[in-house]
């Protein structure tokens, strides 16, 4: 009774990872730039605040976390490239779908950043596969 009271405690939290996730999937999200400036991104979730971080042309920013085993983990991306900026949602319900593989191992989420918006994808593939959704234009 314990122990699963501290279970369901542990796993209604996002941590960042330290070992493997013990009930719910390990998720790396990977944010790539295909702009020839440098951006800015500040990542955060309700519980945890990754920071800005400046990711340069054809460079990426990755974290890794433990899904929530209620579903509920939120990550939003507040972007600026020079004076455009737009704000996303980078890991939530909608995310989730099309990123998800296969029950059990790691999943994989890939953004990938244009002038002509945000990109996402299960898989890293080149932009002229047809394999990634187009999710917002820059504003
Ligand atoms: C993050 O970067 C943006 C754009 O450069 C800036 O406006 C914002 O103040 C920065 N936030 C922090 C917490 O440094
Ligand atoms: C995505 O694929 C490209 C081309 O193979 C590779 O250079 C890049 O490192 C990959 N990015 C990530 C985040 O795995
Ligand atoms: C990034 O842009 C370069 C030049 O436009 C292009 O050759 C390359 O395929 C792009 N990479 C991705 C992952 O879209
Ligand atoms: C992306 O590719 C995977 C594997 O090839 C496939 O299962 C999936 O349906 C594709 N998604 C789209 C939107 O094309």
């Known amino acids: 009774m314990h122990s699963l009271f501290t279970l369901l405690i542990l796993s209604s939290l996002i941590v960042p990872i330290t070992h493997a996730c013990r009930i719910t999937s390990q998720w790396d999200i990977f944010v790539m730039s295909n702009i020839t400036d440098n951006i800015v991104v500040h990542i955060k979730s309700g519980d945890d605040d990754l920071g800005n971080h400046t990711i340069p042309f054809n ?60 990109f996402v994808s299960g898989y890293n593939r080149t932009f002229s596969d047809t394999n990634w959704t187009f999710k917002k234009h820059w504003v």
């Open 59 to 118: 460079g990426n920013y990755q974290w890794s976390f433990c899904d929530n085993y209620f579903g509920r983990t939120l990550f939003y991306g507040y972007f600026w490239w020079g004076s455009k900026y737009q704000s996303l949602a980078l890991f939530d319900d909608e995310i989730r779908g099309p990123c998800y593989r296969s029950k059990g191992g790691t999943q994989h989420c890939y953004w990938l950043v244009r002038p002509d918006g945000f």
